[in-house]
């Protein structure tokens, strides 16, 4: 696929194999991922692997479509309120670099903020200078969703004098 087919046919999976991924794929996936940019070289990602019995007490409703394989990205807080947020987003492009590259090589994501609220970072171990910017189900997807519809990006734009 090239990279337009790539992150067109991206979907949010609800719904996986019970195939393992390779380790060393998820590895290169996250390779990958960390060439977000990223405002001063703050690097601020970092990846907790959710192990079962840590999975269990998140207690997702459908335990994140079975995914055999989840991760926590987590952002570190900067030195003001603004590189936090820098920080946030960077992490954000971090997540999408490993969604596309996962989705090139046939495996889907599943983009949950369970993680955010209180009781979800206490049980994922989340220091409190840090940001939890989602949980990812991975795995070879069961579904593909169809696309959901989109706003014409011609609605979106402006341009100024
Ligand atoms: C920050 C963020 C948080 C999200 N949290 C959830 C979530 O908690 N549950 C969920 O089902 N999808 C979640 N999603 C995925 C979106 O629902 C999904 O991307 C959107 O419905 C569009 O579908 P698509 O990605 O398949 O095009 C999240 C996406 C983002 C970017």
């Given amino acids: 696929m090239d990279i337009l087919d790539v992150i067109k046919s991206r ?20 390779e990958a991922a960390k060439m977000a940019p990223n405002h001063r070289m703050t ?7 959710v192990g079962p019995d840590t999975r269990a ?6 335990n994140f479509g079975n995914a055999p394989v989840l991760i926590a990205v987590l952002s ?3 030195a003001t309120a603004i590189e936090k947020e820098e920080n946030a987003m960077a992490t954000a ?10 989705w090139a090589e046939g495996v889907g994501t599943f983009w949950s903020s369970i993680g955010i609220t ?3 970072r206490e049980i994922l ?37």
């Fill in 11 to 30: 979907r949010n999976i609800k719904k996986f194999k019970s195939d393992a991924v390779q380790l060393d794929l998820i590895y290169s996936w996250l």
């Fill in 43 to 49: 690097e601020p990602w970092e990846v907790y692997f």
């Fill in 57 to 62: 007490k998140l207690n997702h409703k459908t």
């Fill in 76 to 78: 570190k807080h900067g």
């Fill in 93 to 102: 492009c971090f997540i999408q670099n490993f969604n596309l590259a996962a």
């Fill in 118 to 120: 209180a009781k979800n």
């Fill in 125 to 161: 171990g989340v220091p409190s200078n840090y940001d939890l910017i989602g949980v990812l189900g991975i795995g070879y997807p069961e579904i593909i969703p169809d696309p959901k519809p989109r706003t014409s990006i011609m609605n979106k734009i402006k341009n100024l004098p």
